[in-house]
C-alpha cells in the first residue's frame, strides 16, 4: 500500500491553483465532470479507445475566456485499455496537470486493486484501503465490516443444499467484468436447474459459481443510499444524504412488463433472468425511515475510521433493501462515488440541494470538498 505521507509529497510539488479533477472515463464520470466544472475546476477524462467518443466529442467542453459554455469534458487520454493509466508516465501526465484523482468502480474493476494500492502514485480524492473492501469473499469485505458495524445484512445460507426459501446467489458475470451473473433459487432443485443454464450459455464460470454467496432473498423495494462524509467539517454534521437511486436491470426489467403467462413459455435462454445494470433512477424515502438510514451510515463510518484507518472520505453508498417491517438490510456497500449518481448531474437531487440551498449532486459535493480543503490548506485529510 502506498503510504499517505507519498501521496502528500506528491501533493506538496502542485500547484493547487491549478487543480484539475480527473476520473476513469467510466461509470460515473460524467457525475464527476459535471460536479467538477460547477465549481470552477478543469477535468480530465481517462478514456479506452473505442469508448472514448462520449467524453472527447458529445461532452467535450467549449469554453470563453476560461468560463464553461458548452460540456464538461476538458480534456482527454485515450489509451487501447484503461489499465494503461497504471503506466510511470501517464501517471506523471496527471501529476503535471495537479490531478486529484476520483476513483469508481470501472477504475477498480479494469485497473486492479494491488496496482492501485501499491502503484498509482496520483492524490486520490477519497479512501485508498477502502476500496478492496469491495470484493466479495475476501478475509475482510464489506460483509466483515457490516458484521464488525453491527449492519443489518441478508443471512448467509453455507452451501446449496440448505436452500429452503427465496435466496440470491451472488457471483460475477463471466463475460461482462463490472457485471454479475446472479440469480435466484427457491430450492436445490431450482439452483442446480438455473446454474447448469447459466453454466451452459456461458454467463459463469464453474469456479466462481464454487465460490458464490447465497443469501437470504429480503423481498421488498431496493434504495441505494448515496452518502458523504467529511472529515473536514467542523460545525455541522459530517455525514450527508444527497441522494437516493435505484436501478434498471436486463433482463430482470423485461420480465416483469410480461404478462405471468407469457414468462412461462420463455425458452431456457430466455427464462432465468440477468441482472446486468443498464441505468438508474430516482427515489426518496419516507421521512420516518430517514433517520434509521442515517443511523446505518453512522454506524459504517464508525467501523471504516475503526478497522480501515483513516476510514471512508468523501462520497458511499449504502445499497438496501426494506422489507414489510420496514426495516434496512444492506445488501452492498461502495467505498467511493456510487454507479446510480449520475442521476443527480445538474439537477442535483431533492437531499442534497436541501441541505446545500442550491443543485447538489455527489459529483458537485466532492468538487466542493476539494474547493473548500484547498482554501482551507487541508488537501492532504481529504486524499490517500
Known sequence: MIERKEIIEVLSEYDLSETTIGVLASHSALDVCDGAVEEGFRTHAVCEKGREKTYTEYFRAQRHNGNPIRGIVDSA????????IMKPGNQKKLRDKNTVFIPNRSFTSYCGIDEIEDDFKVPMFGSRNLLRSEERGIE???????????????????????IDS????????????????????????????????????????????????????????????????????????????????????????????LPAPQQMTLNER??????????????????????????LAEKYVKATQKYYKPGIIGPFCLQTCVDKDLNFYVYDVAPRVGGGTNVHVSVGHPYGNTLWRKPVSTGRRMAMEIRRAIEQERVEEIVT
Request: proline share 5%.
Open 77 to 84: 487520454d485515450v489509451y487501447n485499455k484503461f489499465n494503461e
Open 140 to 162: 475482510r469485505d464489506y460483509y466483515w465490516l457490516l458484521e464488525k458495524a453491527g449492519l443489518p445484512f441478508p443471512e448467509k445460507i453455507k452451501k446449496p443444499e440448505d
Open 166 to 257: 427465496l435466496v440470491m446467489v451472488k457471483l460475477p458475470h463471466a463475460v461482462k467484468k463490472l457485471e454479475r451473473g446472479f440469480f435466484t433459487a427457491s430450492s436445490y432443485a431450482e439452483f442446480k436447474q438455473k446454474s447448469g443454464a447459466f453454466l451452459k450459455q456461458g454467463v459463469i464460470t464453474q469456479d466462481a459459481l464454487a465460490d458464490a454467496r447465497i443469501e437470504r432473498y429480503i423481498i421488498g423495494p431496493v434504495f441505494n443510499l448515496d452518502f458523504f462524509y467529511s472529515p473536514i467539517e467542523d460545525n455541522m454534521s459530517r455525514i450527508e444524504l444527497l441522494g437516493i437511486d435505484w436501478r434498471f436491470e436486463t433482463s430482470l426489467d423485461g420480465h416483469v412488463r
Open 270 to 295: 430466455q427464462i432465468t433472468p440477468e441482472y446486468t445494470v443498464c441505468g438508474h433512477n430516482s427515489a426518496t424515502l419516507r421521512e420516518s425511515l430517514l433517520e434509521d438510514a442515517f443511523e
